[in-house]
């Protein structure tokens, strides 16, 4: 059974970092591709970044050089580093992966900025 568990959220001022971690069980991080999403509260899921099997990087316009995607094999854990976090930055942050086909997603860990 694929699983994956995020943490790392918590409350921390503008200007600040995290760092979040996507922990995956039954799939392995470094032959699939990693997604970060996020859902603030009233507005829909958006896709934050990405980790492809052959290590390519893709980040979101909003979060283009303040975030950073990365993964350790030997953990089977894929990390997003965020910097300079903003209020706006303020929502439910989400893994997922493909499993046969079909998508897997994290209980999500919660990332609040106060300004």
């Known amino acids: 059974q694929v699983q994956l568990a995020e943490s790392g959220g918590g409350l921390v001022q503008a200007g600040g970092s995290l760092r979040l971690s996507c922990a995956a069980s039954?799939?392995?991080?470094?032959?699939?591709?990693i997604r970060w999403y996020r859902q603030a509260p009233g507005k829909q899921r958006e896709w934050v970044a990405l980790?492809?099997?052959?290590?390519?990087?893709m980040y979101a316009d909003s979060v283009k050089g303040r975030f950073t995607i990365s993964r350790d094999n030997a953990k089977n854990t894929v990390y997003l580093q965020m910097n300079s976090l903003k209020p706006e930055d303020t929502a439910v942050y989400f893994c997922m992966a493909f499993a046969a086909s079909r998508q897997v997603w994290g209980q999500g860990t919660q990332v609040t900025v106060s300004s």
């Open positions: 980790i492809g099997n052959n290590d390519s990087t």
């Open positions: 039954g799939l392995t991080v470094s032959v699939n591709t």
